[in-house]
């Protein structure tokens, strides 16, 4: 199979942190991608805001701090340090904001898309 990963530790250490501004803060990545995969290492600096509705799936786990996932019809989830939520490709327009800064796993790719 193409989209087979063999194991392997993953060094977060030794993987660059890219700054992407947001409307307002600073979100910083660190990425590992595979074939049809991507796991991100996410930070949001205090008083970040997305710069833009998501409409791509996700599996984000919050390891640290807390923030609030944003739904465009209003609907708003406190996500704590623990918790996760889990989306498929083009089932909602989701974005972050945080007040005091949160720290997140992210994982998405292929798996997320809708069939049929």
């Not at 990963?5 to 660059?16: E, L, R, V």
């Not at 890219?18 to 996410?42: C, S």
């Not at 701090?65 to 989830?77: A, I």
């Not at 089932?91 to 790719?109: A, C, M, P, Q």
């Amino acid at each position: 199979m193409s989209n087979s990963i063999p194991y392997q530790t993953i060094d977060w250490a030794s993987i660059p942190k890219i700054e992407h501004k947001g409307e307002n803060g600073i979100a910083y990545w660190q990425t590992v991608q595979f074939p049809g995969l991507r796991i991100r290492k996410v930070e949001y600096s205090k008083g970040y805001l997305a710069d833009h509705w998501c409409q791509k799936g996700h599996i984000v786990h919050c390891l640290e701090g807390e923030f609030v996932s944003e739904l465009n019809d209003g609907k708003e989830f406190l996500m704590k340090s623990g918790s996760t939520y889990v989306v498929s490709d083009g089932l909602s327009s989701h974005r972050s904001y945080t007040e005091k800064g949160v720290k997140l796993l992210i994982i998405d790719g292929d798996f997320l898309q809708q069939v049929g």
